[in-house]
């Protein structure tokens, strides 16, 4: 059943629980078309679908906000269809809660057909070889068409690994445009703009990023700029240090990243906010997510396997299908990855649930350690992870 609840401002957001050792909390946020429980993973629905799932067995997992592309919408159907629809939660009947990225991660991932100016950015439809500009008001309007509860601004992106002046300029300009995206901002009252802190890898930058930001009146912030290829150890220092910088009472929101190992870790950095397309990418290669790793249902060791994914998992597809069976039609036959994606967004759900409800009893370091253990059982931790985790007060025991 649907908590969606008549809210005066399009988002609030309440702490129910802080970690009494590490930077992780749990909390509501009250969001137009639905309440989200924090920390939460949202599955990434790019062009209006989430890959291999209806809206109704979504809801039926009780996801409670999945993420659109800007970009991607905008280009295809276009905003005159999404209008005539009365915006993406109608055209794709989707009653619950959405948010919607800017488009500027295209400015890494379709790079070669994309120039950027202080204006916008230049892109090369990869559909037809039309040129199509995206300026920070033009993906505003799109967003205000598409109607999602949180907006993000446009951001200059770069590529984790670019260092040197690019890294400021693109730091500069995503603050220039944050502006931009406010003023051209049509429906304040309905949807949620958040900035993106940027900065590279460049701790000076990204803390002169997040502090020029919170001086912006928004309800929410964005970390961007990271998990695209960058070391473990980068990654989780800038994390750290942009939680640091953030306030305490609004929602903190990570993009792009989605490993089990990730979440866990991020959560106890103060993160309250996650999206990826990992659980449904990798179900489309055959691989379902378990706590102890994933299961790679093409080898061979599963064909007389008649054990399910994970006879702990609740899911429709632990509860009646075997790894033999799906052994026999993982990447052969489309209903494959529809069991596959089922299990997988349920395991990230799950994964959220338990990790709010561990802070909530007060056992979040407990659970932290017993997750560790389950990964790797000959307690050999990483060194990424073990100085993360140090670094907010848990230690795990060899």
């Not at 809210?7 to 946020?29: D, H, N, Q, W, Y």
């Not at 055959?286 to 061979?300: M, W």
């Not at 702990?312 to 529809?338: F, G, M, P, W």
Request: glycine share 8%; charged share 20%; hydrophobic share 35%.
């Amino acid at each position: 059943m649907d908590r969606k609840q008549p809210c005066r401002v399009p988002l609030t957001f309440k702490i129910a629980e802080t970690c009494s050792t590490s930077k992780a909390r749990t909390g509501l946020m009250i969001l137009p078309h639905h309440d989200v429980d924090t920390p939460v993973f949202m599955p990434v629905g790019t062009q209006g679908t989430l890959k291999g799932l209806l809206p109704q067995q979504l809801e039926k997992l009780d996801c409670q906000i999945i993420l659109g592309n800007t970009y991607h919408l905008g280009t295809r159907p276009g905003t005159t269809i999404l209008q005539m629809a009365g915006g993406l939660h109608q055209f794709m009947n989707w009653k619950r809660a959405l948010l919607t990225d800017s488009g500027g991660f295209q400015m890494v991932s379709l790079l070669q057909l994309a120039h950027i100016t202080e204006e916008g950015v230049t892109f090369r439809s990869p559909y037809d070889g039309s040129e199509c500009v995206l300026t920070p008001e033009h993906s505003i309007e799109i967003q205000n068409t598409i109607g999602a509860d949180i907006i993000m601004q446009l951001d200059d992106v770069v590529h984790a690994k670019v260092t040197g002046p690019r890294v400021e300029e693109a730091m500069h300009r995503t603050t220039r445009w944050v502006d931009r995206c406010l003023l051209a901002h049509q429906k304040s009252d309905e949807q949620n703009i958040f900035p993106i802190v940027q900065g590279g890898l460049d701790p000076q930058l990204r803390t002169e990023s997040a502090k020029l930001l919170t001086q912006r009146q928004v309800n929410g912030f964005a970390i961007g700029g990271l998990s695209g290829g960058e070391s473990k150890n980068d990654f989780w220092r800038m994390v750290h240090l942009s939680t640091n910088v953030l306030p305490v009472d609004k929602p903190r929101y990570l993009m792009g990243v989605g490993f089990a190992v990730d979440l866990v870790v991020c959560c106890a950095l103060g993160v309250d906010m996650f999206d990826c397309v990992f659980p449904t990418r990798t179900a489309r290669f055959g691989c379902a997510l378990i706590r102890t790793g994933q299961l790679n249902l093409r080898q061979k060791q599963y064909k007389y396997d008649t054990a399910p994914i994970d006879d702990s998992c609740d899911c429709s597809t632990c509860k009646n299908y075997t790894r033999a069976y799906l052994h026999q039609i993982v990447t052969q036959e489309t209903v494959a990855c529809h069991l596959l994606s089922v299990h997988n967004i349920n395991f990230q759900l799950r994964l959220m649930r338990d990790i709010r409800d561990s802070i909530k009893e007060q056992t979040f370091p407990q659970f932290v350690r017993k997750f560790m253990l389950e990964l790797y059982p000959d307690g050999e931790y990483p060194t990424w992870i073990t100085e993360a985790l140090e670094a907010v007060d848990i230690k795990l025991s060899k």
